[in-house]
């Protein structure tokens, strides 16, 4: 390289020092955008007209937010990890969580990067120590957050995964996106994704309505 | 640049981004790069006609097929850079949507912070912060978009 680039290069390193957090590992940048799909869930819960509150796994309010670092099991105690309570009034409430294992129908545990819950199948597990099953999921997200076009192999992955899982709601959520994977995804009426999630654009606001439908069904069954 | 000179930003920045802690982003674009670029070939007569992106196209006929392109390497450093430029924005975005989220968010607790925390018989026990205080994505991104700005307009000088 040039004297210029080198510059140039050396002043883009010095400009990225320190990393930030969010950046350190693959798995923060995951972390922050699970987060953000549970605060759609949240706000949809609430369009919907549910209230919403927040408990650790200990059942104590929190005083901070500790999200797992996917995946987990629900009934881990060794952060005071904190879930959303949606209650709808009319239907047994439910727990929205971040990075949990699920029992699929072969009866082998899957990670849902936001799951929502039937409360009494997630209290049964806590005290238990078991993973909730997928038949108690209302909906269940897979998340992906990825700084290039979507590898093929992650469009697969969902693919096999929901065809394990229960939930009436899965859905596949990108921050990019990838043509060909939206191909795959697309081939089939009964698989809801999202790409280019990201807050502020439009895409965000097509979720946070799936999520709606969600509690919508809910609340009618 | 010449394709010799672009490939020398492409490994000198991948090093450099490694080097930071940023091999999970170079990983994945090392990865689309191998693939390479996903093409529909359409063939009449035998004779294959010019490949084109790959479009979200459900049709299909017995004349059209994929294949791949493999980057160039004034595609390959873009790929990088765009993938550092997603990393740094949709971080900055997040961390703000969130903690705005929660802030505003009575029922949440007043900390505004969250903290993302493994299972330690899964998978580690560090913990890190990553929405609270400042938003250091943003504070990044902020000093290194316009050099990437700047890296882009001079391999775009060929």
Same mark, same amino acid.
């Given at each position: 390289v040039t004297p210029d680039e080198a510059q140039l290069l050396a002043e883009i390193r010095s400009a990225l020092t320190p990393l930030p957090p969010s950046l350190v590992n693959s798995s923060h940048g995951s972390d922050i955008f699970e987060a953000y799909i549970l605060t759609l869930v949240v706000a949809a819960a609430r369009f919907e007209g549910g209230t919403v509150t927040y408990e650790t796994v200990n059942g104590t309010a929190p005083a901070q937010f500790f999200f797992r670092? +996917?995946?987990?099991?629900?009934? +881990?105690?060794l952060h005071p990890y904190t879930h959303a309570i949606i209650d709808f009034g009319t239907r047994p409430p439910l727990e929205a969580h971040v990075g949990i294992l699920v029992a699929g129908r072969s009866h082998v545990p899957h990670e849902c990067d936001v799951a929502v819950l039937d409360r009494a199948e997630a209290e049964d597990c806590r005290r238990n120590r078991t993973e909730p099953r997928s038949?108690?999921?209302?909906l269940s997200v897979e998340a992906k957050f990825y700084t290039t076009t979507l590898s093929l192999n992650l469009a697969r992955a969902f693919i096999g995964l929901i065809s394990d899982l229960s939930t009436s709601f899965p859905c596949f959520v990108a921050n990019t996106t990838s043509p060909s994977a939206m191909r795959l995804l697309a081939a089939r009426k009964d698989r809801d994704w999202f790409d280019q999630?990201?807050?502020?654009?439009?895409s965000v606001d097509l979720l946070r309505a799936f999520f709606a439908t969600a509690f919508h069904h809910y609340k009618a069954r | 640049m010449t394709d010799e000179e672009l490939d020398e930003v492409f490994s000198y920045l991948s090093a450099l981004l490694s080097d930071l802690g940023l091999n999970w982003l170079v990983a994945q674009v090392n990865e689309e790069i191998q693939v390479g670029r996903i093409v529909t070939r359409t063939f009449h007569h035998g004779e294959p006609e010019e490949a084109e992106p790959l479009y979200l196209n459900t049709k299909t006929t017995g004349k059209t097929v994929i294949g791949t392109d493999p980057y160039r390497p004034v595609d390959r450093v873009n790929l990088l850079v765009s993938a550092v430029r997603v990393a740094l924005a949709d971080c900055a975005n997040l961390e703000a949507a969130v903690g705005q989220f929660f802030s505003d968010? +009575?029922?949440?607790? +007043?900390?505004?912070v969250v903290i993302s925390a493994p299972d330690r018989e899964i998978s580690g026990d560090n913990e890190v912060?990553?929405?609270?205080?400042?938003n250091h994505a943003a504070t990044a991104a902020q000093r290194t978009l316009p050099l990437l700005d700047e890296l882009t307009r001079r391999t775009a000088e060929q």
């Open positions: 670092t +996917s995946p987990g099991h629900i009934y +881990s105690r038949t108690k999921l209302t999630v990201m807050a502020g654009r439009p | 968010d +009575s029922a949440a607790p +007043s900390a505004g912060v990553i929405v609270g205080g400042d």
